[in-house]
């Protein structure tokens, strides 16, 4: 008696059942009778209690049980209503909560609030060293590269190896190195192979180059071409950017005598450095400006070592100043903490690939997930640097150089629409910079490390406002110029030295790239 289509309704589903029940009760030998549409029952003499009435009942029970469970309560000595009470207590309070919350994200708003969550995760500290290991891979591409060559009838095996392979083979020159050298040397020799010769002189020569460097510090060396900017504009109205080397300046040592030569008689070069006189004014400084200028032929000419220095680097992703300080500093020898807010495989690699090509002998790099927005990932991250390895898990460094160089671009930000980006950016540029800097120097204070201060470099703007439409962007680099004064107010002499980099129109980078079009017009009016 299965129904031939689905019930639509309470009573068609009543109808079915009552027809069921019957032809059931037919085949049984059954009878009975129906109730009534007023839930009486229609055999007469049968008392019948609605379902109103039970209802009722049960209803009086379950109170005369309630006050039952009271009495013995309160002889007892317990409060019922204690949970309740107490919940009561707690959903007052996270409602009150709930509107703090409220009004903090209606006053600072959503991005001001994600952008100063914590990242740090010693355990996510990725760790690059192996300068030995990429240095014989590089070794072998060269001489693979150079017999291909050979075989092709080149006679110049030596023009593969530009400066800058060169220099990185004599900055990670080590045993191993030497015994690769001198082992491809004997293979090729035995070969007999007369077209062969080109090769075998080059790795004879590099082998001679490396194993005088092998006594010496790895330096970082500036050998890159100076470029200009350039902006092509087609007959279709295309408008095309590149960067092409400049005339005047065809190596990096030009630029340096370039820049050293005072801009008009009687004035200081375009680059130099002010000295902070006792009433707080700022003026040239020749002898540091000179010892500035010396440091640049060194690095364009025989090389600057950083070995046995430990420097902390953040805000160096792709196409950052930071990125390239971190090249010259693994360039140099130096070991390097670096931070990133973007951690992922993607970066990582990035990172990677940097300690490949940059990395010296003795150099290291670590990179680790950082927030510098966040003002518990700044205690972290110095207690990280600090801590001694081993139970702490820490590095036990002491840093000699310190470059807060982590950035939040502020686009299109005006004074009459500062929202709640301008405040993050705030915090990255400004507070937490100085936050940071107290933390390594309380820590140093602690540690009683008063002999080593470490020179912070500041990353200072010529840019106070000037372009506008960039949020607080300019009020962050004045801000930072108080730390030359907290310098002395607040005591940092035994644990800080204070500098600050007043960068200028830099193309290229994350926050400059924009305007690189007009850069070549600008460089043209002077």
């Known amino acids: 008696m ?15 059942l009552g027809t069921v029940a019957q032809a059931y009760a037919s085949k049984a030998g059954i009878s009975y009778t129906s109730a009534n549409s007023d839930g009486s029952s229609g055999q007469a003499g049968v ?26 309560a309160r002889y007892a000595g317990m409060d019922l209503r204690e949970g309740a009470r107490l919940a009561e207590d707690e959903q007052a309070k996270a409602a009150k909560a709930q509107t703090k919350l409220d009004g903090i994200s209606t006053e600072l708003g959503d991005e001001f609030i994600d952008g100063m969550q914590p990242l740090f995760d010693a355990r996510k500290a990725r760790r690059f060293d192996s300068s030995w290991n990429w240095v014989r891979q590089e070794l ?25 392979a060169l220099q990185r083979l004599k900055s990670r020159s080590s045993p191993g190195l030497l015994q690769m050298l001198a082992g491809s040397l004997s293979i090729l020799q035995a070969a007999n192979d007369d077209s062969l010769e080109p090769v075998i002189k080059l790795v004879s020569e590099l082998h001679d180059v490396c194993t005088q460097s092998l006594t010496q510090s790895p330096v970082y060396r500036e050998l890159s071409t100076p470029i200009g900017p350039r902006v092509d504009i087609g007959s279709d109205g295309t408008v095309t950017y590149s960067e092409i080397p400049r005339l005047d300046e065809p190596t990096f040592v030009d630029f340096v005598e370039h820049m050293r030569q005072p ?6 070069p375009f680059i130099h450095f002010k000295k902070q006189s006792a009433g707080s004014a700022w003026s040239y400084c020749t002898e540091l400006s000179t010892i500035y200028y010396e440091g640049l032929s060194e690095i364009s000419g025989i090389g600057l070592s950083f070995a046995g220095k430990t420097a902390l680097v953040t805000g160096c992703g792709r196409g950052s100043i930071g990125a390239d300080i971190v090249s010259g500093l693994l360039n140099g020898g130096a070991k390097v903490i670096s931070t990133t807010s973007s951690y992922s495989r993607k970066t990582t690699l990035f990172f ?6 940059h990395g010296a002998r003795g150099s290291e790099l670590i990179v680790v997930p950082f927030n510098q927005g966040s003002t518990g990932d700044i205690k972290q991250l110095v207690d990280y640097i600090y801590s001694k390895p081993g139970v702490a898990k820490g590095l036990g460094w002491d840093l000699d150089y310190v470059f807060p160089f982590a950035a939040v671009s502020d686009i299109g930000s005006l004074a009459t629409s500062l ?12 507070t937490n910079v100085v936050r940071l800097l107290g933390s390594i120097k309380n820590t140093k204070e602690q540690l009683g490390y008063e002999t080593r201060p470490s020179l912070v470099v500041l990353p200072l703007s010529s840019n106070h406002g000037n372009f506008g439409g960039d949020g607080l962007y300019g009020e962050c680099k004045i ?6 004064n907290r310098w002395k107010s607040e005591s940092w002499q ?13 193309r290229g980078t994350g926050l400059m790239s924009g305007n690189n079009m007009v850069s070549q017009e600008i460089e043209r009016l002077g």
């Open 2 to 16: 299965e129904p031939s289509s689905r019930l639509s309704s309470d009573s068609e589903a009543k109808s079915w």
């Open 47 to 72: 008392p019948v209690i609605s379902s109103a009435e039970i209802d009722k009942m049960q209803q009086k029970q379950h109170e005369l049980i309630r006050q039952q469970i009271q009495v013995l």
């Open 140 to 164: 072998y591409e060269l001489i693979q590269q150079a017999i291909a060559g050979c075989a092709a009838g080149s006679t110049n095996a030596a023009a593969i190896v530009d400066k800058a």
């Open 263 to 268: 801009t008009a008689p009687d004035m200081p």
């Open 352 to 357: 990677e690939d940097m300690y490949r090509t």
């Open 419 to 430: 929202g709640s980006h301008s405040e993050l950016a705030q915090r990255v540029l400004l």
């Open 479 to 484: 801000g930072l110029e108080t730390a030359f």
């Open 494 to 506: 035994d644990y800080l030295s204070i500098a600050g980099a007043v960068i200028g129109w830099t």
